[in-house]
């Protein structure tokens, strides 16, 4: 009975752990609340934007071409007559899944070849080692483009390219964590206790290098809608008549002087998506680190 | 006198240093443990001293399988468990347990201290849920920590608070040996003396056998029946705590008895200190003959005998139950020195 009490117990207290700490790291800094206001509006138009959408963003409407914004139309229409507003938050979403694959799929398997190499070491560690190494040593955004352009222009092979280009900083940071852990006493108490390596890196390992890896998602994605919208600015991305952001500044740039709008908007949206997860990330870095912060877990002493 | 639980036969365990990974080459051996012989019996505390990098806490990790051994035999109740490997070696070395230095990195920080608890359970599928959590509320209640902190997470626990929970863990799998490494020394005074009580008095009800590892003589004297002093990877002087206390033998454990503080200012600013001269040497490359005899004091007021730097002293049986590896054993435990060590440390003792 008293183990059922305590264990009800448990529930609400980790959740209350949870809240508290989310209100410690909105209020610890203006910056930290406006990014975090950014993300949650991003993601909440990314789910609900074609909802909102007061037309539908690829709906030619010949006639109201080049409009500017009116009440009709908030962000103007481009030459084709398409909503611009739609367009935006239609391509809200794209932007979110895009950075939700680059990163998931980089975050996946570096950590994971991280945390393999650290703990494994040896011959197979230096070659892991070695590979990142070539992949950082190149520019990142060239690589990315000559791969994109080797697979031929479309969104998939953008967000493949991106994905290649991501996963060895997650190798290294995943590395860098499990070496600094893989002597740690609760790892060795756990192998005492008869621990083999897979429960290790699954229950311990994992675990204590996510929190670190969260923040340098957070940063990431960021950079990686930016990316992506580059790519597709260069061609080399989202084809008409997907609205990505970086597409749309693409067709409407020869218009900036006729149609400032139609570059514009997209643009702005893309700046402050951008911003927000560049806040929100920048703040969790300094609010996970390990000298400021006592009560978040992880690697504090 | 009670059966032998553990014994260790001649163990090495040596660590090559190497160099380079595609053309990876040993570039020396660090002889962390070598050529270790003791045993421990069933429900004693044999207390391991030594400075640092003596080899003590490689020892105690060879004993519960955290580092393989180089050679030599590390028998349970008489069962090899050193080239066990796979389910055996899991179930042999469940008996065999470990409390680690640094209350604050042996605990997950992530896991709730009951989670911590239960992980040797639930890696040897002990029980199911209900049975498992029922049994890590004992355990905590054993090492006296109320139930009710099960679900706290370790930065909310003092320094004592988390040992505990580290000794709850270690006995969560009923071991007959618990290697206790410097259990209490990250601890402060009047914790460490509240944890000695704790496992005092859970090797009475348990009957629980420890390897106690520490730097720290005066600590070990507490809590150990017999004492084994470690010098660069050796053992050099094994016997009841009550006879080297009252008798050391080898003028290395002359040497740490002195270094013990004496709670009283008079006697401490008169007594004299057996300062060994340098650091230890290195375990890659042990001096020949006796290790010790670099910074020994006695080799120097014996007229600096030959046989010190050409000859390696064996431990050796000096008495019942008390074994010495020095050529000048008798000397060194007659020395007014070493008197003069033995009655202050006595004042305390």
Redesign the interface.
């Known amino acids: 009975m008293?183990?059922g009490a305590?264990?009800d117990?448990?529930v609400p207290?980790r959740w209350r752990r949870a809240l508290r700490q989310t209100g410690g790291f909105l209020r610890a800094s203006r910056l930290n609340a406006l990014g975090a206001g950014i993300v949650a509006a991003v993601v909440l138009l990314a789910v609900f934007g074609r909802a909102l959408a007061p037309h539908d963003p690829n709906h030619l409407d010949l006639l109201a071409a080049l409009k500017p914004p009116s009440s009709a139309h908030w962000f103007g229409t481009d030459n084709l007559g398409r909503d611009l507003f739609s367009r935006v938050l239609a391509g809200a979403r794209i932007s979110v899944e895009v950075a939700v694959i680059i990163l998931g799929l980089s975050v996946a398997f570096g950590t994971l070849l991280g945390i393999v190499a650290g703990l494994v070491g040896?011959?197979l560690e230096?070659i892991v080692m070695r590979v990142t190494d070539l992949f950082l040593a190149f520019p990142a955004f060239i690589l990315a483009a000559a791969i994109a352009a080797t697979l031929g222009p479309s969104l998939n092979h953008t967000v493949l390219a991106l994905a290649v280009v991501f996963w060895p900083w997650y190798t290294r940071l995943a590395r860098g964590q499990v070496l600094a852990l893989r002597e740690?006493?609760?790892v060795?108490?756990?192998?005492?206790?008869?621990?083999g390596t897979m429960?290790i890196v699954l229950r311990?390992l994992l675990?204590?290098v996510l929190p670190i890896v969260v923040v340098q998602v957070s940063l990431d994605v960021g950079y990686a809608m930016l990316a992506t919208s580059a790519l597709s600015f260069l061609g080399l991305g989202a084809q008409p008549p997907t609205p990505e952001w970086g597409a749309i500044i693409t067709d409407g740039r020869s218009f900036i002087q006729t149609a400032w709008w139609w570059p514009t908007f997209p643009g702005i949206a893309l700046a402050v998506t951008v911003l927000g997860f560049n806040l929100l990330g920048d703040g969790l870095r300094d609010w996970i680190d390990p000298r400021l912060r006592?009560?978040l877990?992880?690697?504090?002493? | 006198m009670s059966a032998t639980l553990l014994s260790v036969e001649a163990l090495r365990v040596h660590i090559p240093v190497t160099r380079g990974v595609v053309l990876r080459r040993t570039t020396g051996v660090v002889r962390a443990v070598d050529g270790v012989t003791l045993d421990v019996r069933e429900g004693e505390t044999l207390g391991l001293v030594g400075e640092s990098g003596s080899g003590k806490t490689t020892l105690g990790r060879a004993i519960v399988g955290l580092v393989p051994p180089t050679a030599g035999s590390i028998r349970l109740r008489g069962v090899e468990v050193s080239t066990l490997s796979g389910r055996g070696a899991r179930r042999a070395r469940s008996e065999l347990q470990m409390v680690f230095q640094d209350p604050f990195a042996s605990l997950d920080p992530r896991w709730p201290i009951a989670r911590s608890v239960e992980e040797p359970l639930r890696l040897h599928r002990a029980g199911d849920r209900r049975e498992r959590r029922e049994r890590v509320l004992e355990l905590l209640e054993l090492v006296g920590l109320s139930r009710r902190m099960a679900d706290r997470y370790p930065h909310e626990l003092s320094g004592g608070q988390r040992q505990r929970v580290g000794l709850a863990r270690a006995l969560a799998l009923r071991p007959a040996l618990v290697v206790a490494d410097e259990a209490v020394s990250a601890l402060d005074v009047s914790i460490q003396a509240q944890i000695l009580n704790l496992l005092q008095r859970l090797q009475e009800e348990l009957g629980l056998a420890y390897l106690f590892i520490a730097h720290d003589l005066a600590v070990v004297h507490q809590i150990s029946d017999r004492i084994a002093v470690m010098y660069l990877g050796q053992i050099v002087e094994l016997s009841p705590g009550v006879d080297l206390y009252r008798e050391p033998m080898h003028p290395y454990t002359v040497s740490l008895l002195s270094a013990n503080p004496v709670p009283d200012p008079s006697v401490e600013a008169a007594r004299e200190r057996i300062v060994l001269p340098g650091d230890p040497p290195s375990a890659a490359a042990p001096p020949p003959g006796c290790r010790f005899h670099t910074r020994c004091w006695l080799r120097e007021r014996l007229g600096d005998p030959e046989i010190c730097r050409t000859l390696e002293p064996l431990l050796r049986e000096v008495g019942p139950g008390r074994s010495v590896a020095c050529h000048f054993a008798d000397e060194a435990a007659a020395s007014p020195v070493t008197r003069r060590a033995v009655d202050l440390a006595g004042g305390r003792a």
């Not at chain 1, 060795?188 to 621990?195: F, P, Q, Y």
């Not at chain 1, 877990?297 to 002493?301: D, F």
């Open positions: 008293i183990a305590v264990r117990d448990a207290r040896g011959l230096e740690r006493e609760f060795l108490a756990a192998r005492v206790a008869g621990a429960w311990h675990r204590n006592g009560s877990g992880g690697l504090q002493e």
